[in-house]
């Protein structure tokens, strides 16, 4: 899996997410049609609407395909060719406002007040503006923001009267003024809202058709010939079949080309096409934008990523129909929106519009300042990066509850409406805690929040003396029971049986209170169940159809396979017939030896060897053929629906493999008999949303576990599936967790705090500040604890009182630690440096990774080999004895986590492409395990005190089998039966003598 890196200097012709400019006309293919069409339109109306669905071209038609025409002279055709100036803008939260700025070009004299003035303000403000023989081409992009600025009481009259300019501008014919407006589909209803609107549209309407295959295939092939690359027609058309006839997909295919393009110009040979394997290694349509853009979130450390969710939720929007729509927004307002300070905006905005992602616009080289207005490249975000379909329903929900509790002040202010009280009240100071409402936030949706403020603080006073009440209340009724019961004890004979009487009731009447409780509780739970069961339902429903994609590549394989047993099948045919032939020869030299003498026991002896080699070479040609027939059984496991047939399967595939001189890590035996993950716990079910860190305790009994809500979690891996909460730390991101001993664990954070924790007692024993930036990995041995710290140093401190021993000072970032049994220290930096630090702790460069970040370090038991992740997805081999050093492309995307096995025969990695790796050490280059029983990326792999089993953490937690030979020994101990002779003959065939398996059952 060694891959040789050459770099073409070929241009990538894909934009990405973003749409075309007006300067890659050039690159802008397959809607000619479209075109000539808007060309025809535009010269017999003034006023025409490009109206299609979200990501089907809109934006990119214009300043791509009709700017470009228009500039050409195409729509001057039987005229003198005109001049044109052309404007486009976008409504944003000030149209005219906007409309005035495009207009005005440095002009100290705004233009807005004649814009206000009358409906003829944009005919008025053009007349002195354009020369003789000049016309103006407004474009108004993206329109639908206009209906959302409409919503406010304000912005209704304003968007009224930009809607007029346009109008009246288009209909006079004195100023030649030309309107092109971009609408998705979805808003066309909203337009009634608007007198003269539907009107004009109906007029110069055109509905963005989809393109025909041939013009599909024309925006894939074009632009790669253009650039001069090259693309195999394969690849072609498995893009078209993704695509489909979804034209929402159409900004995702760009995307995914972009990406293609990128990894085929870094690990092809020069020469070569892009290939699916390309393809499929950025994660196809499916997953190469929700990879790339978990990709640019963690390059932030964990304050960046909560302000990274702040600035995404400022720029997009869910509006009461439950339609995602972009919100631009200058860094200046979302700083006094989220509170955070501009400049750290900028930072975390340049990452997500850096060159190759441009997710944000403008993107890159254009610089970003305070009063630079930002926004998503294309809606298409919202729907395809899960994060932030999370993000947006968050705000939609924070705005959801901030806009019933204004209009709930409002009705308390006019005696309509009573002050909040619990649960409801409990549910709001939940949501005031968890959201920043500053008084920017609260204007986005209306002007009420001191109003808000105090309503909900007269709830709060209101709530507070209500319980006051409650207590005085419960007071006075045990005052009167006391009564009532001093007056009882002087009663006759006769009252104190009423009274037992009357306790009986009362018992009765507490036990029916009791059963309600319970049935109350038992109502609840079940709620409970149903909620998780659903969400139990859509996992598996999105497993399904990952399992009948994976099937349909695997019976590819399969039939590839079935051909190579064929054609191995015919080599031994041919060395049977050679044998045949040699066997005459030798009858015939011995003939001619009987007159020759010696010669004749030569060729005899010759004779005799040349059979030792036929039966030699029909051996090896059996053995592969068996061992090809392996291959084909480990895929059709995977394929047939009978569980047992599919165990059986499986399991003769480990067999012949084993028998026949396979390899012993070979990855289709592996994955097909990790379909039955038959050992403890094939999944934990935690409470974390992300686990962050993993760790087997020295005796192997235990597990620690940490997650991104802060909790610490230890598992009995002998006892129960249940973990203990050892605690929940806030307002600080637990990086790394390492055991001290079977009870004490140490973690590491990202405030730089070190701090030890009993499981036992589940109590902190020490806590230290140790580093002045955060804490990125940390590593236990002899007594000491290893931390690399964000501050560029790595310390050394005594485990017992967490007191600094030795600090040692190192260039660059240190990001993962790992240490020998004789105190060897392994560190890797984000410049791509590994530092070698011996017991006397004098640093030295042992060698560098340049222009990749080492994400994730780690060094066998053995001090043989050194494995480190990179951010490039490359797994770096290092063996410290000799200094040989290997480079396997291992992931599409970064790699996470690495661990090696405690036996030192295997390399798991961990990658944000959500798969888990398995490389051998001694044959690295061998197809390796492969692992995706996660259904998001995976941050953390750890192998087991005995290393048959790796535990793996991403929003769940994993437990996987690692030896082919345990899974298979556990399989046949769950056998219930062999293969029929019918399965025996159609699986494996008639010239393998069909054999019964000795099963304990």
């Not at 973003?18 to 293919?29: D, I, P, T, Y």
């Not at 909560?306 to 009461?320: M, P, W």
């Not at 050679?578 to 030896?593: D, F, H, P, Q």
Request: glycine share 6%; proline share 3%.
């Amino acid at each position: 899996m060694s891959t040789t890196q050459t770099t073409p200097t070929l241009l990538n012709p894909f934009p990405g997410l973003r749409s075309f400019g007006e300067a890659e006309g050039h690159l802008f293919f397959g809607r000619d049609a479209q075109i000539n069409e808007l060309i025809r339109k535009l010269s017999l109306y003034r006023f025409i609407s490009i109206v299609g669905t979200s990501g089907s071209g809109k934006s990119s038609l214009v300043r791509a395909g009709l700017l470009n025409a228009i500039k050409q002279g195409r729509l001057d055709e039987n005229e003198t060719p005109k001049a044109w100036k052309i404007k486009i803008i976008t409504p944003g939260t000030n149209p005219i406002g906007n409309l005035a700025k495009s207009i005005d070009e440095g002009d100290k004299n705004s233009v807005e007040p004649i814009l206000k003035e009358s409906t003829l303000g944009l005919v008025q403000a053009m007349r002195p503006r354009l020369q003789p023989n000049e016309n103006l081409l407004l474009v108004v992009d993206q329109f639908e923001e206009l209906f959302r600025f409409a919503e406010h009481e304000k912005g209704l009259t304003e968007a009224d009267h930009f809607v007029a300019l346009l109008i009246e501008a288009a209909k006079q014919k004195d100023v030649p003024i030309f309107i092109v407006i971009t609408l998705r589909a979805d808003f066309l209803g909203d337009c009634t809202r608007f007198e003269g609107l539907p009107e004009a549209i109906n007029n110069g309407q055109y509905l963005i058709p989809r393109l025909s295959a041939a013009e599909k295939r024309e925006t894939i092939t074009a632009p790669v010939k253009f650039a001069e690359g090259k693309i195999s027609p394969m690849l072609v058309q498995r893009l078209l079949d993704d695509v489909g006839n979804n034209p929402d997909q159409l900004p995702i295919l760009q995307h995914a080309l972009m990406r293609t393009w990128e990894y085929w110009k870094t690990y092809s040979q020069q020469g070569d096409p892009m290939e699916i394997l390309h393809y499929e290694n950025i994660g196809t349509l499916s997953k190469a934008l929700n990879q790339h853009a978990d990709e640019a979130y963690f390059e932030l450390n964990g304050n960046q990523q909560i302000i990274c969710a702040k600035i995404f939720k400022c720029l997009t929007v869910k509006g009461d129909d439950n339609r995602g729509i972009r919100r631009p927004n200058s860094v200046k307002n979302i700083a006094e929106i989220t509170g955070e300070k501009a400049d750290d905006i900028i930072k975390i905005v340049n990452v997500f519009r850096k060159a190759g992602r441009g997710f944000i616009m403008p993107a890159e080289p254009n610089i970003i300042a305070e009063n630079t207005v930002l926004d998503i490249s294309h809606e298409s975000l919202m729907r395809v990066w899960e994060r932030l379909g999370i993000w947006v329903d968050e705000e939609a929900q924070a705005a959801l509850m901030y806009k019933r509790l204004t209009e709930s002040a409002l009705l308390y202010e006019e005696g309509k409406s009573a002050l909040w009280r619990n649960p409801e009240l409990e549910l709001a100071l939940d949501w005031k805690e968890k959201n920043t409402m500053t008084e920017k936030w609260t204007l986005q949706y209306n002007t009420n929040f001191k109003n808000v403020s105090s309503f909900l603080a007269a709830s709060i006073k209101n709530q507070e003396e209500e319980t006051k009440d409650k207590k005085r209340r419960r007071t006075l009724i045990n005052i009167g029971i006391a009564v009532f019961l001093l007056f009882s004890s002087i009663l006759t004979l006769w009252a104190l049986r009423e009274r037992a009487t009357a306790s009986a009731n009362y018992e009765d009447a507490m036990k029916q209170g009791k059963i309600a409780k319970t049935q109350e509780q038992i109502a609840h739970e079940k709620e409970q169940e149903a909620e998780r069961n659903s969400k139990i339902a859509q996992t598996e429903r999105s497993k399904a159809e990952d399992q009948r994609s994976k099937a349909e590549i695997e019976k590819a394989e399969a039939e590839k396979q079935k051909r190579i047993a064929l054609e191995k099948e015919y080599e031994a045919q041919l060395q049977r017939k050679l044998a045949e032939e040699s066997s005459i020869a030798a009858l015939n030299s011995k003939k001619t030896a009987e007159e020759k003498g010696k010669e004749a026991i030569l060729e005899r002896d010759k004779a005799e060897n040349m059979r030792k080699l036929a039966e030699t070479n029909e051996k090896k040609a059996t053995n592969l053929h068996r061992l090809s027939n392996s291959h084909y059984l480990a895929i059709k496991s995977l394929q047939v629906q009978d569980k047992e047939l599919k165990a059986l399967l499986a399991y003769y595939a480990y067999k012949f493999n084993k028998d026949y001189g396979g390899k012993p890590n070979d990855a289709d035996i592996y994955a097909a008999l990790s379909e039955f993950n038959l050992s403890y716990g094939s999944r934990l079910n935690s409470t974390h949303t992300e686990v962050k860190a993993l760790a087997y305790s020295p005796d192997g009994t235990q597990m620690i576990s940490a997650g991104g809500e802060g909790q610490l979690l230890a598992w009995k891996l002998s006892e129960s599936t249940t973990p203990k909460l050892i605690t929940t730390v806030k307002n600080q991101l637990i990086k790394s967790v390492a055991f001290i001993s079977n009870d004490d664990i140490a973690i590491g954070s990202d405030n730089g705090i070190i701090q030890v924790f009993s499981i036992n007692k589940a109590k902190e024993k020490y806590k230290q500040q140790i580093h002045k930036g955060a804490v990125n990995s940390i590593f236990y041995n002899d007594n000491k604890i290893y931390s690399a710290g964000a501050d560029k140093t790595v310390k050394i401190l005594d485990a017992s009182t967490l007191n600094v021993v030795k600090t040692i000072s190192i260039t660059g970032i240190p990001f993962a630690i790992t240490v020998t049994k004789n105190n060897t220290a392994y560190v890797g930096c984000d410049i791509g440096a590994v530092y070698q630090i011996p017991k006397e702790g004098r640093s030295a460069v042992l060698f560098s990774q340049e222009k990749s970040k080492i994400n994730c370090i780690s060094v066998s038991e053995n001090a043989k080999y050194l494995a480190m992740g990179l951010a490039s997805g490359e797994l770096v081999i290092y063996r410290p004895e000799t200094g040989k050093k290997q480079i396997i492309k291992a992931h599409n995307s970064a790699i996470s986590s690495v661990s090696i096995n405690p036996d030192n025969s295997q390399i798991a990695t961990a990658s944000f492409d959500n798969s888990i790796k398995i490389f051998s050490t001694e044959n690295p280059d061998d197809a390796p395990y492969e692992i995706r029983k996660h259904s998001s990326y995976v941050l953390v792999v750890c192998f087991n005190k005995d290393g048959k089993q790796l535990a793996s953490g991403s929003k769940d937690i994993r437990i996987s089998q690692v030896n082919p030979k345990d899974m298979a020994e556990t399989l046949k101990e769950n056998l219930t039966r062999n293969l029929t002779t019918y399965e025996w003959k159609e699986y494996i065939g008639d010239d393998v003598k069909y054999e019964e398996l000795d099963l304990k059952k």
